[in-house]
């Protein structure tokens, strides 16, 4: 069952009989969305339970009930109670790969390639371009950003960690973001920051306590598995291991990128069976033994399905391990910031990948391979999985109070009946509410609520305004010869037409 155990006269709306079994649960942090359609989590079963005219009791942080029917007791004054009738409650969206820091870019990258990316946008781009302000403000703007779409929880492979300042920046703002965070430290080779100065930076962060009584957590993040330096390998999973960080995130993608960290890398390595989660984002071209090992460890891959699309890294085998899927966003200054887009793009990839399995022996396909409830699920619960926490992305008792209040009766939802379906496939981030991060709100009735914001929205615009003044007097990298990375050759792509006569129709930047 997904209700709470305190007592079964809370299933018949008696809610007083719960605040007498637990002899006081409610305090002045103490919230109740009432009347709402809860997307719920049945733990026993694993599935998505639907429960139309219900309720969320949130007490510190956590979920304390899910029931069903309007409450009609008597409650301390302190009990904030939000009327959510007419509307959907569901978990908060886990994103499992994000680069925060790189929202002042926002615009100047709409028809980029991943090779272009490499040399033009990335972390081995910046050349001390973004001062510690910059990523402080970029980064937090950003946080600020998927909050208001939904996004509650997320996995950043923080590659700003170019000197103790940049670094130090991009962790202040992820702390004083209030998301859900599992930052993870970079060690990378670049410029001016040397890999010893940067294991020595991750040490005083590590043991300095700023992690404490917050919501972001220390994870890892690096790309010098395979290829890279065995020494420094060797050194990043000791420190994984000394302070058992909360999670391990490498950039796979294999074949002709060059960019492997594979699964089988991992386990040959040592760090793939243990209890730390990893995080293989993209995993591009996964063999099968490398879907093998994901499963036999239980770790996951972040399919970031508008990126894959957007840079032409592809994802031609990630329909097959979606057992070990969870989704994120990337590079959220080229495109969507929110994860219900992913899961409503993946989706409907997922489905053609599939429906051409039948298509190509000239058969008209009889059923929808993959269902709007498995693409929620992969949206919210296998984050959470993927990250080892199971009291993440459901509602149910004991989860983390982390919830999205979708508006029901908006335009675009107006005349709803299943509620995932409605969510899914016909809403979008303007239809959000409200949003609670460990039980506080951080969007309420559709703004959101940190009196700084508007402070922080116009120390953004002057970042934005600086970085972007830079990078577009920036010439763009010649892609001739080979790809550096693999020495594979670079290519000439088709360009789509959409004139009729002369012309493509492909247009230019608006910058």
Known sequence: ?????LTSLVLTGIFTSTVGARGGAFNSTSKLLTGGTV???DAEAESIQVIRNGSVLIVDGSIEAVYSGHYNGTVPSSLDIVNTTGDIITPGFIDTHRHSWQTAYKTIASNTTLAEYFDRYGEFAVNGEYSAEDVYISQLAGLYEAMNAGVTTILDHAHHTWSNETTDAGLAATIDSGARMFWCYTFHNVTNFTFAEQVNNFEEIASSGRFDGTVTSLGIAYDGFNPGSPAQTERVIELARKYNVSAITTHSLQGIWGAINSPEDLNALGILNTTIPVVFSHASFLTGEGASLLRSTNQYISITPESEMHYGHDHP?????????????DTHFTYSTDILTQARLWLQSARVAFYRWVLQNWNIPANSPMSVDQAFLLATRKGGLALRRPDLGII???AKADVVVWDGNTPGMLGWDDPVAAIILHANVGDIKHVL??????????KIVSSTYPAVRDRFLATARKIQAIWKAKPYPVLEGDFPESGFAYGRVPLADTQRGEGNGYGEQFL
Do not use: E
């Open 437 to 446: 991060v460990d039980g506080d709100f951080k969007k309420r009735d559709g």
């Open 317 to 329: 085998r990630s329909h097959l391990i979606q057992d070990q899927t969870a989704l994120g966003v």
């Open 39 to 41: 997307i719920a989590f």
């Open 1 to 5: 069952m997904i209700f709470s155990a």
């Open 396 to 398: 149910a008792p004991g």
